[in-house]
């Protein structure tokens, strides 16, 4: 029972940790990128009749206001104080989240290791994590701004978790195993939904600019490296002592005569 409380313990005040840091370290990097990007989003405009028809002023005043406006490049997203907080509030709580339930895979597979593990192992478990989850599926999706031409949006997370999976059975195999064979398969299986390839759409073309898209993926990775390395050197810490290193164990000891 102290084992698991201690585990639940760590992955909560890790991830509440991470996800905080990340979620400040967002509203300065990629929340104005997202911002900026909004602003090269194309409402479609409704599709117009197969004849022109004369109405009245009125009929396409009321028609006009049926449709709604359309939003052109350029102008922007109006956003109001409300629905800015409401974002703010939105986001921490989808990093608080995330960073609960990732900190409590890593303690798991901290104690699946059987490897003692301090705030410095614990940071190195972390950047593994962040290879595996955030570094490994960007090679083939990057983060995406809004507006952004992008595939369908179920292929897209069966892709990003095959290539997370993948990468995280690779890393845990060149960590721990000592088959051969076992290494090769591991290695394998990372790189297999590379050589498949991502699902990217028929026309990449999109209308936020490349320098924009480019700032917004190293924003990201960077965001993403400071949330893993937080939450793996806290989660560590808080687990050292938890598991023992073999030598500190006390020895077996096989009384004369004993069968």
């Known amino acids: 029972m102290d084992l698991i409380r201690r585990l639940f313990t760590a992955a909560l005040v ?54 709604g406006p359309v939003r052109e490049v350029g102008e922007g997203v109006p956003v109001t104080l409300d629905e800015a907080m409401q974002r703010i509030g939105l986001t921490i709580a989808a990093n608080l989240i995330a960073g609960v339930a990732y900190a409590l ?29 955030s570094l490994a599926p960007s090679f083939g999706l990057a983060p995406e701004l809004p507006g952004m031409a992008g595939a369908e949006l179920e292929l897209r997370q069966l892709w990003w978790l095959s290539a997370a999976a993948g990468a995280g059975v690779g890393i845990a195999a060149l960590a721990f195993a000592r088959n051969r064979l076992v290494i090769a398969v591991a290695i394998l299986a990372a790189a297999l939904p590379h050589l498949i390839g991502a699902p990217h759409p028929e026309s990449a073309e999109g209308a936020v600019p490349a320098e924009l898209a480019a700032r917004f993926v190293t924003a990201s990775l960077g965001s993403a490296a400071l949330f893993w390395a937080i939450l793996g050197s806290v989660c560590g810490w808080l687990m050292s002592g938890v598991v023992e290193p073999a030598e500190s164990r006390p020895a077996l000891r096989v009384q004369p005569g004993a069968r």
């Open 105 to 133: 895979l890593l303690a798991a597979a901290i104690l699946l290791a059987g490897r003692p593990v301090d705030a410095r192992r614990g940071l190195v478990w972390g950047m593994g994590g962040f290879v595996a989850v």
């Open 14 to 67: 890790a991830g509440v940790l991470s996800g905080t840091a990340a979620s400040v370290v967002q509203q300065a990097t990629t929340v104005p990128l997202i911002l900026e990007a909004e602003k090269y989003e194309v409402v479609t405009p409704p599709p117009a009749t197969a004849a022109p028809t004369t109405t009245a002023p009125a009929a396409s005043h009321a028609e006009g206001h049926q449709h």
